[in-house]
T-cell receptor, first 114, second 114 residues
Framework: DTGVSQNPRHKITKRGQNVTFRCDPI?????LYWYRQTLGQGPEFLTY????????KSRLLSDRFSAERPKGSFSTLEIQRTEQGDSAMYLC????????????FGQGTRLTVV | AQSVTQLGSHVSVSEGALVLLRCNYS??????LFWYVQYPNQGLQLLLK??????LVKGINGFEAEFKKSETSFHLTKPSAHMSDAAEYFC????????????FGAGTRLFVKA
């Protein structure tokens, strides 16, 4: 399977703990995006990488959130001191460079903060 | 800034009936528009995309959408609904000035009655 891969698929954590999610994009894709989706809503953009450079961060991404893509391949999204409001589906997507392209999405990581 | 508005958070049709999901967009440049489908606890799958070629776009599973610039609309249709079409549908636009990230509408949940 050469699609976008996200791990873990599900994560339950206690409030105040740190969590880290991983995304492996489609191998030839330069762009990588993170989204957050809460129940009944569309995905909301969080951040975007072009190769290893993080080019944009949404105002939704508080100081407790950090994302990296150290070698321009896989990416990690870390949430520190989790809060119940962080409970959501975290989606990763990738796309090739170019204008006439769409984003390919992974299955997502569902985070539940208890 | 580009945006999309989906009219109707829920649509219910009978099996075999016409499906019509409405989407209006706002864009200062010629838009790239998409429809994605999401099944429960899954990522998003591309149904179809408009990239300034033909205004009537055909996608997977019998869906199609028509780009109407004068109405700033990109409505999704399917002539005959099937039970397996029950899912959440998202209209989206590519933010060409912002790393081509995808901006999503709030979604429309489609129910199909037997």
């Amino acid at each position: 399977d050469t699609g976008v891969s996200q791990n873990p698929r599900h994560k339950i954590t206690k409030r105040g703990q740190n969590v880290t999610f991983r995304c492996d994009p489609i191998s030839e894709h330069n762009r990588l995006y993170w989204y957050r989706q809460t129940l009944g809503q569309g995905p909301e953009f969080l951040t975007y990488f072009q190769n290893e450079a993080q080019l944009e961060k949404s105002r939704l991404l508080s100081d407790r959130f950090s994302a990296e893509r150290p070698k321009g391949s896989f990416s990690t999204l870390e949430i520190q001191r989790t809060e119940q409001g962080d409970s959501a589906m975290y989606l990763c997507a990738s796309s090739p460079t170019g204008v006439n392209t769409e984003a390919f999405f992974g299955q997502g990581t569902r985070l539940t903060v208890v | 800034a580009q945006s999309v508005t989906q009219l109707g958070s829920h649509v219910s049709v009978s099996e075999g009936a016409l499906v019509l999901l409405r989407c209006n967009y706002s864009s200062s440049v010629p838009p790239y528009l998409f429809w994605y489908v999401q099944y429960p606890n899954q990522g998003l799958q591309l149904l179809l995309k408009y990239t300034s070629a033909a205004t009537l776009v055909k996608g997977i599973n019998g869906f199609e959408a028509e780009f109407k610039k004068s109405e700033t609309s990109f409505h999704l249709t399917k002539p005959s609904a099937h039970m397996s079409d029950a899912a959440e549908y998202f209209c989206a636009v590519s933010d060409q000035a912002g790393g081509f990230k995808t901006i999503f509408g709030a979604g429309t949940r489609l129910f199909v009655k037997a």
